[in-house]
Nanobody, 130 residues
Framework: EVQLVESGGGLVQPGGSLRLSCAVS????????IGWIRQAPGKERQGVSE????????????YHADSVKGRFTTSSDIAKAMVYLQMNNLKPEDTAVYYC???????????????????WGQGTQVTVSS
């Protein structure tokens, strides 16, 4: 029932840009934020991922991790049930599989929490390399 589908990944040079899209179904924006989680190469074995953003589509409250703040922007379109991640000034350390995922912001701010993998998309690969 819950489905999140990412698209837009690819190979870019350092300093380049990409925009990722997440099509959301089976989730109500009134009940869930939607954000982005990334997993760098080699981290799969450790089960370690970095939550980089979360947006409450209804009020626009948004969180971005320090590692991407000022470079990445998360936005949403409720009518289209879409969430986007605009990534600018990409760095090699941004290389990862990017997932959109259900999330929440406590009191509309601060570090978000993320739901389990049943509430993640399939992931899209972003590779930043010269």
């Amino acid at each position: 029932e819950v489905q999140l589908v990412e698209s837009g990944g690819g190979l870019v040079q350092p300093g380049g840009s990409l925009r990722l899209s997440c099509a959301v179904s089976g989730l109500r924006f009134d009940d869930f934020g939607i954000g982005w989680i990334r997993q760098a190469p080699g981290k799969e074995r450790q089960g370690v991922s970095e939550g980089i953003s979360c947006i409450n589509a209804r009020d626009g409250n948004t969180y971005h991790a320090d590692s991407v703040k000022g470079r990445f922007t998360t936005s949403s379109d409720i009518a289209k049930a879409m969430v986007y991640l605009q990534m600018n000034n990409l760095k090699p350390e941004d290389t990862a599989v990017y997932y959109c995922a259900a999330c929440g912001l406590v009191d509309g701010r601060g570090t978000p929490y993320y739901y389990g993998k049943d509430y993640w998309g399939q992931g899209t690969q972003v590779t930043v390399s010269s």
